[in-house]
């Protein structure tokens, strides 16, 4: 298994430039999450997903939006990228009824 | 809602030294916890978890940490670091019931100086 995956490792962008962040998992977990990670502040809860058709936002949605058609994957839009958003993303995995998340390797995003 | 506190953010110890970072947490309900712990320039991974039973839960790599329910504390330790362990941890918290909404602590750095 590849565990959880994330897509691209790096990026820039301009401000005010769209882009998704792809994330995808092959161990049929139901439940999936995206979190951004910055100094200081430890990792914030953006979206979550308990299964395909099912999204809520979490502590930090503003300036994000996300979807889920399948159980695999789990894409994180930036509809106007800001400075703000500079920052590191991780997606997460857990099975339903689990406690214990999997993390993909992250996404290092600077905004210009 | 639920949350962490992690005080010490940056520690520097040596090699051989004994490590405690402290956790604390607020939430007067039923609490998972885990300490994850990031190497640099990698993803988070699991160090020990607690869910239930012996308070004292041993982890990966010589780590245990020691959930004290009367003072919301899940402290981690080790008696002996290794130049290999300087990463960033992280305490983290769920509530039971439902979606798992993981809370995290803002992270201590350690560095171990050979």
């Known amino acids: 298994n590849a565990g959880v995956t994330q897509t691209p490792k790096f990026q820039v962008l301009k401000t005010g430039q769209s882009m998704t962040l792809q994330c995808a998992q092959d161990m049929n977990h139901e439940y999936m999450s995206w979190y951004r990670q910055d100094p200081g502040m430890g990792l914030r809860l953006i979206h979550y997903?308990?299964?395909?058709?099912?999204?809520d936002q979490g502590e930090v949605p503003n300036g994000y939006n996300v979807s889920r058609s399948t159980t695999e994957d789990f894409p994180l839009r930036l509809l106007s990228a800001a400075p703000s958003q500079t920052s590191v993303y991780f997606c997460?995995?857990?099975?339903?009824?689990?406690?214990?998340?999997?993390f993909g390797p992250g996404t290092r995003l600077t905004v210009l | 809602a639920q949350s962490v506190s992690q005080h010490n953010h940056h520690v520097i110890l040596s090699e051989a030294a004994s490590l405690e970072l402290g956790c604390n947490y607020s939430y007067g309900g039923t609490v998972n916890l885990f300490w994850y712990v990031q190497y640099p320039g990698q993803h988070l991974q699991l160090l020990l978890k607690?869910?239930?039973?012996?308070?004292l839960v041993k982890g990966i790599k010589g780590f245990e940490a020691e959930f004290i329910k009367s003072k919301f504390s899940f402290n981690l330790r080790k008696p002996s670091v290794q130049w290999s362990d300087t990463a960033e941890y992280f305490c983290a918290v769920t509530t039971s019931g439902g979606y798992q909404k993981v809370t995290f602590g803002t992270g201590t750095k350690l560095q171990v100086i050979p």
């Open positions: 997460a995995s857990a099975p339903r009824g689990g406690v214990e998340q999997f």
């Open positions: 997903s308990v299964g395909a058709g099912i999204t």
């Open positions: 607690y869910f239930s039973g012996d308070p």
